[in-house]
């Protein structure tokens, strides 16, 4: 799976849109990108995955670079739950299940 | 419908005895992985087990083990265990097929 970089944290104004990036230059053509967020003493809980095309669910966005090398999640308006670490990540959708790779994520923190 | 489950959520042994993690999937899904969680190595593969076959092995000694059931239930077993074992064990499951993984809350096992 590729490496990913991301920055170590992050704040953000509760109410505002929280910007996440991530670096991913080593990316496959058929890797995706998939972002996960672990609150507190919680399991990670998956947010949202792309291969190229902008992606949006009732969480988040994702937009990808047009080429492919690096990615931003998009927390619209953030509340003091969305305090967590994310994790940006990239592997092979099917053929096998090679674990999941976390690296450090960066710690967003909503500000009152 | 109902989430990851994983029993016990909290245990206490010490060095040198042996500790077993349950894990129930999400109803349907068929793909049960296992990760250690500790403060200076963050989040760690340990193994993955689709229709009670082994399928990945992450970087960890043959003290760690695991089994998959019929009904998907996963078990992992540590045995002989060190002081570095300590640490937080989740369990996620999925279809096998993506990298959408639903979490559960963890084991959090402490060796004295």
């Known amino acids: 799976d590729a490496k990913t970089t991301q920055p170590t944290s992050m704040d953000c104004a509760e109410g505002r849109a929280a910007n996440l990036p991530c670096n991913h230059s080593?990316?496959?053509?058929?890797?995706?990108v998939y972002w996960y967020r672990q609150i507190h003493s919680q399991g990670p809980q998956y947010i949202i995955h792309?291969?190229?095309n902008n992606e949006t669910n009732e969480m988040a966005s994702l937009i990808i670079t047009e080429d492919r090398k690096s990615s931003t999640l998009i927390l619209p308006h953030a509340t003091l739950r969305d305090t967590a670490v994310y994790y940006c990540?990239?592997?092979?959708?099917?053929?096998?299940?090679?674990?999941?790779?976390f690296g450090k994520g960066t710690h967003l923190i909503i500000q009152p | 419908k109902a989430g990851v489950t994983q029993t016990p959520r909290y245990l206490i042994k010490t060095r040198g005895q042996q500790v077993t993690l349950s894990c129930s999937p999400i109803s349907g899904h068929r793909s049960v992985s296992w990760y250690q969680q500790t403060p200076g190595q963050g989040l760690q593969f340990l193994f993955e087990?689709?229709?009670?076959?082994?399928?990945n092995k992450g970087n960890f000694p043959g003290r760690f083990s695991g089994r998959q059931f019929s009904n998907s239930r996963s078990e992992m077993n540590v045995s002989t265990l060190e002081l570095g074992d300590s640490a937080l064990y989740l369990c996620?499951?999925?279809?096998?097929?993506?990298?959408?993984?639903?979490f559960g809350e963890g084991s959090r096992l402490t060796v004295l």
């Open positions: 996620a499951s999925g279809t096998g097929d993506t990298g959408e993984l639903f």
């Open positions: 080593t990316i496959s053509g058929n890797e995706y």
């Open positions: 792309g291969l190229k």
């Open positions: 087990y689709f229709s009670e076959t082994q399928r």
């Open positions: 990540i990239v592997r092979v959708m099917g053929g096998g299940a090679d674990g999941l790779t």
